[in-house]
């Protein structure tokens, strides 16, 4: 049975038939496709950030460009942004290619500051996320 369970987090669609995906390892994910909803591929997902003091996840790091990891963009993409497809082992974002055009990223040298409410306002406005310290 298809369920979809939603909340702070990531969405899930998930397939009851095995295992649950409710909880996971974070390396589990690493390495999963970001796809949008026509199917085209985004991205993969690199890290998984923490928002340690709520004991929340608040971005999927989602590696985008480049070549064997040369030339690679990255994207904090909010938790809440995110769909987990179970039967596909990848994520969706509901948004079209083009949005990263102006998205807020960063290079993997030179991580922005955690400390920037701005920069984590602007991320969530960008991609029309309840943030996660909401």
Avoid at 3 to 20: C, F, K, M, Q, Y
Avoid at 65 to 92: N, Q
């Amino acid at each position: 049975m298809d369920t979809n369970i939603t909340g702070h987090g990531a969405r899930l669609d998930v397939n009851d038939s095995g295992p649950g995906p409710r909880l996971m390892t974070a390396d589990t994910l690493t390495g999963d496709k970001v796809v949008n909803r026509q199917g085209d591929t985004l991205g993969t997902i690199s890290d998984i950030m923490l928002d340690v003091p709520r004991g929340r996840i608040a971005y999927a790091v989602m590696s985008s460009g480049g070549f064997l990891g040369l030339g690679d963009k990255l994207f904090a993409i909010p938790w809440a942004a995110l769909t987990l497809d179970t039967d596909k082992k990848c994520f969706v974002l509901d948004a079209d290619k083009t949005l990263f055009d102006s998205a807020p990223g960063f290079d993997k040298d030179q991580w922005p500051e955690s400390a920037d409410l701005s920069w984590h306002q602007n991320v969530h406005t960008h991609y029309k996320s309840r943030p996660f310290w909401e």
